[in-house]
């Protein structure tokens, strides 16, 4: 019958915390998401006896071992160059598409540029539709999961891409949005992840996995990523949204609670370097886990 998941995941966490050296990224008030000491803890106010689908469910949707570490990295705790080509060169269109996304990443958040503002009160809007904001400073932004009454301390670590993405989230893909916000689905822990604070998070992930800080990149899943940029302007927004499910499904996968989150973040990288390193990535739907996103 082969091992128990929960047995796997335990053995893959105490395997991987071993190695693993690079992406320590929780929550605190930093230039980079870091260790979630201070941040603001998200009490679960859902019912955890009801889950409308089982975390067993969601974890199907993906490819591989269940035992998230095994194989992602070698014993010097550095990524394999898994069919990787060295000398891979970018086309004058996916030169351009990268270097518009690298322009997005290179854009602070800026509280004096009416345009940012007006993004963060529409974040609002279409997450809490029938509650008005008192201010763009105010306790009520804590119940969307950022650590305090002013949002903007928690881009220092992304920048205006990391709200640009969370906007995007919730207007492709509202449901699943809602359904992660409000987590309203699975067996929740009474403490759970703060999710505004959490996006920035897998912002900031998806920045170093794709490599997007250097002139090109080395490993198969930058190199697939570029590609599917090419084909795909909003291909960095959608691979968001996907990597937001998979985090949300590791988090029900583990059980985890609120100070296990660079865990469950640790073990979404791995398993979306893993999708992003498959053969014949052409588009972003081409992922297996693009089918946790729904409408």
């Known amino acids: 019958m082969g091992i128990p998941f929960q047995l796997q995941a335990q053995q893959g966490l105490q395997q991987g915390r071993a190695i693993l050296t690079e992406t320590k990224m929780m929550i605190k008030k930093e230039p980079s998401p870091s260790e979630p000491a201070g941040g603001q803890l998200t009490k679960n106010t859902s019912n955890p006896l009801k889950p409308s689908m089982p975390a067993a469910a969601k974890v199907n949707a993906m490819v591989g071992n269940r035992t998230w570490f095994g194989g992602l990295f070698n014993g010097s705790g550095k990524r394999r160059l898994v069919n990787g080509d060295r000398n891979f060169e970018m086309t004058p269109i996916q030169e351009q598409q990268m270097q518009?996304?690298?322009?997005?990443?290179?854009?602070?958040?800026?509280?004096?540029?009416?345009?940012?503002?007006?993004?963060?009160?529409?974040?609002?809007?279409?997450?809490?539709?029938?509650?008005?904001?008192?201010?763009l400073v105010s306790e009520q932004w804590k119940d969307m999961g950022w650590q305090g009454s002013n949002p903007v301390t928690d881009f220092r670590g992304s920048g205006f891409v990391s709200l640009e993405n969370l906007l995007f989230f919730a207007r492709r893909y509202p449901a699943s949005f809602q359904r992660l916000l409000l987590k309203s689905q699975g067996m929740r822990a009474t403490w759970e992840y703060p999710f505004a604070v959490a996006g920035v998070n897998i912002s900031h992930m998806l920045i170093q996995l794709l490599e997007l800080n250097s002139a090109r990149p080395k490993y198969l899943p930058g190199m697939n990523f570029v590609r599917m940029l090419s084909e795909q302007e909003e291909a960095f927004d959608i691979l968001y949204c996907i990597a937001f499910e998979m985090m949300d499904a590791q988090w029900l996968a583990m059980h985890a609670s609120y100070m296990q989150f660079n865990d469950v973040l640790e073990a979404t990288r791995g398993q979306l370097e893993r999708e992003l390193s498959l053969e014949d990535l052409h588009r972003i739907q081409d992922l297996p886990a693009y089918n946790l996103l729904f409408k």
């Open 100 to 135: 518009k996304l690298k322009e997005r990443l290179n854009i602070p958040y800026d509280e004096t540029q009416p345009e940012h503002v007006e993004s963060l009160k529409t974040l609002w809007k279409v997450s809490f539709p029938d509650t008005k904001l008192t201010g």
